[in-house]
């Protein structure tokens, strides 16, 4: 594995949030998806709505965690967005009783994959989670999104799945659930 710093993430990461979630949603879905979900939003926009979500320089607005994977040369290489799990974010009552946190957003740059950097977060975002008592975790995934078996490979089970309107274009989120993160991988 690669050795990366993870650490709270901050208004001027923006830029970055924005090029590596743009490249990396580009490079799993480009020709699985119409160009109209991958070609809607510039770089400079999607900088411009990370930084919304900041109420100043370190804190998100929301209550919401952000990190960022960094080299050792302080160039952020991937993201990781948790979310706790509200009712009106339309799962089934079943799952709301057992699930109270979701990994809302994972993306590693893409001369960063199969280097550890996406197990690294996902690690990082269980131990925050015991350290606060949680025991489980939530994430969905675009049916079309090659990158599933990352999260079955850590041990991630189907709990269901719903329709997702994506930019017009109809598809289908799987919803993926850890149910003891502590045997996620980095979790300690």
Not at 139 to 161: C, D, M, R, T
Request: proline letters at 5%; glycine letters at 8%; a negative charge.
């Amino acid at each position: 594995m690669t050795e990366i710093k993870i650490r709270d993430a901050r208004i001027d990461d923006c830029p970055s949030l924005a090029r590596i979630i743009i490249s990396a949603t580009d490079h799993a879905f480009r020709g699985r998806v119409p160009d109209q979900c991958l070609d809607w939003l510039t770089p400079e926009e999607s900088a411009s709505n990370w930084a919304k979500n900041f109420t100043d320089e370190r804190h998100l607005a929301s209550g919401d965690s952000l990190y960022v994977a960094e080299t050792e040369s302080n160039e952020v290489i991937g993201l990781a967005m948790l979310t706790k799990i509200s009712s009106g974010d339309g799962y089934e009552p079943s799952i709301t009783k057992q699930y109270f946190h979701e990994l809302r957003s994972l993306q590693v740059d893409p001369n960063w994959h199969g280097r550890g950097v996406g197990r690294q977060l996902v690690g990082h975002i269980a131990n925050k989670l015991q350290r606060e008592g949680a025991t489980h975790l939530l994430v969905k995934v675009l049916v079309e999104n090659p990158n599933q078996g990352f999260y079955e490979h850590l041990g991630a089970i189907p709990l269901g799945s719903h329709p997702y309107d994506w930019e017009g274009y109809m598809t289908e989120e799987l919803i993926y659930g850890w149910n003891d993160i502590k045997n996620l991988p980095n979790a300690h």
